[in-house]
């Protein structure tokens, strides 16, 4: 292959690789500015977000085997995979996680609500229970735009990946937060605005994943990052062989 057919080669490879690599720099650097000039606290909604009330060092607490008792009276419970204490309405509330299957004892999948204080089992939360709690946990007094009962969730969704089901309690403030709680955890879970959708959007494109939004080692970002390699490359290969061409043209002249 004659020298000025391989120079040609690398600069169009170049070429066509700066073409393909420059609109995701572009993405790179839009979101990169984004994320740099955000507040992190804005985005996940932290101003919004209201301290989860304490309990009084008073409150008389039933014992957690009599609740487990109860639980497997009603439900063929097999392993405990945990128990904690949650505030709702007021009240402490045991959240036990429980299996069913002895096969596979920590596949999870159960949860059940108990009063702490008298050993009541609780159903899940009801739309207006959801409702009360969202309002409890936001800041000031926005109005409720809309209310929605999600059972599962896709990739893109802003409630990916989270416990269903669950309630999506939209407020009518000026960043449209929605409240997301979990039915039979009866917790919040996260707080959504249009700060963190652009954030989420933008990160998309910054990880290049557009499946599940989040997952670094998706094959197209590894792939840009060799064309990326490749492309530096070439650029020092074409500047280290014009330079190469312009002293040996120098040489020739003083000769």
């Known amino acids: ?31 990169g500015l984004y994320f740099s000039w955000s507040n992190m606290d804005d985005v996940h909604g932290d101003p919004q977000k209201r301290a989860v009330p304490l309990f009084k060092v008073n409150q008389t607490w039933v014992s957690p085997s009599i609740i487990i008792d109860s639980l497997r009276a009603h439900a063929p419970v097999d392993s405990i995979i945990g128990l904690e204490s949650i505030e709702l309405f007021g009240k402490p509330f045991y959240q036990i996680h429980y299996s069913v299957s002895k096969a596979q004892p920590h596949s999870g999948g159960h949860v059940c609500l108990a009063d702490a204080e008298t050993g009541n089992l609780r159903p899940a939360l009801s739309q207006a229970e959801a409702v009360q709690l969202a309002q409890n946990r936001f800041v ?106 312009t002293v040996q043209k120098k040489n020739l002249k003083m000769s």
């Open 140 to 245: 000031g007094d926005p109005t409720v735009e809309k209310v929605e009962f999600l059972t599962q969730t896709n990739g893109h969704h802003e409630y990916r990946n989270l416990p269903v089901p669950a309630y999506a309690v939209t407020f009518g403030n000026p960043v449209s937060t929605t409240v997301y709680i979990a039915a039979e955890l009866g917790t919040v879970q996260k707080y959504r605005n249009t700060k963190w959708r652009v954030f989420d959007f933008l990160w998309m494109l910054h990880l290049m994943d557009y499946e599940s939004r989040d997952n670094l080692s998706n094959g197209l970002l590894r792939a840009f990052s060799l064309f990326g390699l490749l492309t530096i490359a070439s650029g020092f290969t074409l500047f280290w062989v014009s330079r190469k061409t």
């Open 1 to 31: 292959m004659k020298k000025s057919d391989f120079h040609r080669k690398i600069r169009k490879s170049h070429r066509y690789l700066g073409v393909a690599l420059g609109v995701q720099f572009l993405f790179w650097t839009i979101s």
